[in-house]
């Protein structure tokens, strides 16, 4: 039997939505690491959230009647996007994150987006204790019961990428777990 060469294609250029395509990881968070990251958090998950809500918009006028399918997205994208920095059981990353990067009016309630809604939503696809609401209402707690507005926690969570990836400017032990679990997800995508 003759031995025949491997052959290789030409790696195709990066597509954010496509794992296979991801550059290697670089020893540092350098410059450019950070913007592959920012693409990929904003070009595969929130740009393609907030196309969704447009298309929702057109089509119905606002988010009523439509919600749980853009807050199920959103708690998908939040626990994708938080697994990069954060690690612990039981959605601590979900918290930490939202802790250390969404606006200050969330961080109270950063424990309960992971149970109340999070959980409920993509568990039960329902929610129990807690209420979404179809436009830009801020977050709030009354009478045990915590709400917002979809299109005010998607501008939060953007707020919330934005800042982790401005920590991650400067922050060691961030950077190591977000370059482990780049790498990690990097290498185990097919072509």
């Known amino acids: 039997m003759k031995y025949k060469e491997k052959v290789t294609r030409p790696r195709s ?24 990251l920012a693409r990929i958090f904003n070009a595969s998950m929130l740009d393609e959230i907030r196309n969704v809500v447009e298309d929702i918009k057109k089509t119905n006028g606002d988010l009523s009647h439509r919600g749980h399918v853009v807050a199920i997205a959103l708690m998908c994208a939040l626990d994708a996007v938080s697994s990069y920095g954060y690690r612990g059981r039981r959605g601590e990353h979900i918290a930490k994150f939202v802790q250390n990067h969404f606006p200050p009016e ?50 939060a969570f953007q707020s919330g990428v934005d800042d982790f990836l401005k920590t991650l400017e400067t922050d060691a032990h961030l950077q190591s777990n977000t370059r482990n679990r780049y790498e990690k997800l990097r290498t185990t995508a097919r072509p």
């Open 13 to 36: 250029s990066f597509l954010p939505w496509q794992p296979s395509t991801w550059p290697r990881v670089p020893p540092n968070a350098d410059e450019e690491f950070l913007t592959v």
């Open 106 to 155: 969330y961080r109270p309630h950063a424990d309960d987006i992971y149970g109340m809604y999070r959980n409920s939503l993509i568990h039960s696809w329902n929610l129990f204790e807690a209420t979404i609401l179809p436009g830009s209402e801020g977050i709030r707690k009354t009478d045990h019961t915590l709400s917002f507005g979809l299109l005010n926690f998607l501008s």
